[in-house]
């Protein structure tokens, strides 16, 4: 019950009055709460956390908006390797005091660990190599409730001159070059040999005579 006015009570100054049974009031940095302890404690509700809006780190494109809950993946250029991901909580009670923590795993790579837990709900990715990535973040009230974990993957394609096309045509620009280095020397082989022949054959004239 006291979560929601924790960091509003006026330091070394704590005021509380009773008025009756069960009720009083309490001296805050803001005026006074009225506290009724007649009241029965709800059972604190599940409540999940959204990926609410991904963009590149210069705000210049939008890759995603909306309101994500369940496990999505998007592929995206690797022009776009820098990312901000916004998220917030669908819990209504002291937003301000909600706190977040993420973790962005990339597969087939040494498991992340959590962020400590902050009231910010952006976070900045900058420079990502291409891969696959899993972002997970979860959320906690004033209650120190958890939310359940969100979960977005995304990958990040390799550059042009690093995809799959450039390394088939790496792979023919190859061919066809060992090819044509092989036709020149072959060339060259023919154009000696017949030289040579010839003149062998000069040789013989000469000797003939």
């Known amino acids: 019950m006291f979560h929601k006015v924790n960091g509003l009570l006026v330091g070394s100054y704590e005021f509380t009055m009773p ?29 999940n956390v959204t990926v609410r809006k991904i963009e590149t780190a210069n ?23 820098s990312l901000k991901i916004n998220f917030a909580a669908q819990y209504y009670e002291n937003p301000e005091k909600i706190s977040y923590q993420y973790c962005l ?25 291409e891969g696959a990535y899993v ?6 009230n004033i209650y ?18 690093r995809s799959w096309q450039a390394y088939v045509f790496y792979s023919v620009l190859l061919l066809v070059a060992g090819t044509l280095a092989f036709m020149r020397v072959k060339e060259r082989f023919i154009r000696q040999k017949i030289r040579l022949e010839n003149e062998k054959e000069k040789e013989l004239l000469l000797m003939q005579k």
């Open 19 to 47: 008025l009756a049974d069960r009720l009083a009031i309490i001296g805050s940095q803001e005026g006074f709460v009225f506290f009724d302890f007649r009241e029965s404690i709800e059972k604190p509700q599940p409540f």
């Open 59 to 81: 705000g210049n494109q939008l890759l995603f908006g909306g309101t994500l809950i369940d496990s999505t993946e998007s592929r995206w250029p690797y022009a776009f390797n």
């Open 105 to 129: 795993v990339k597969e087939d790579a040494e498991p992340a660990s959590w962020s400590g837990w902050t009231n910010n709900t952006q976070v900045d990715f900058s420079e990502l190599s």
């Open 135 to 140: 972002f997970y973040v979860r959320a906690r």
């Open 144 to 161: 120190d409730q958890q939310s359940e974990e969100c979960i977005y993957r995304f990958s990040i394609l390799p550059p042009w001159y």
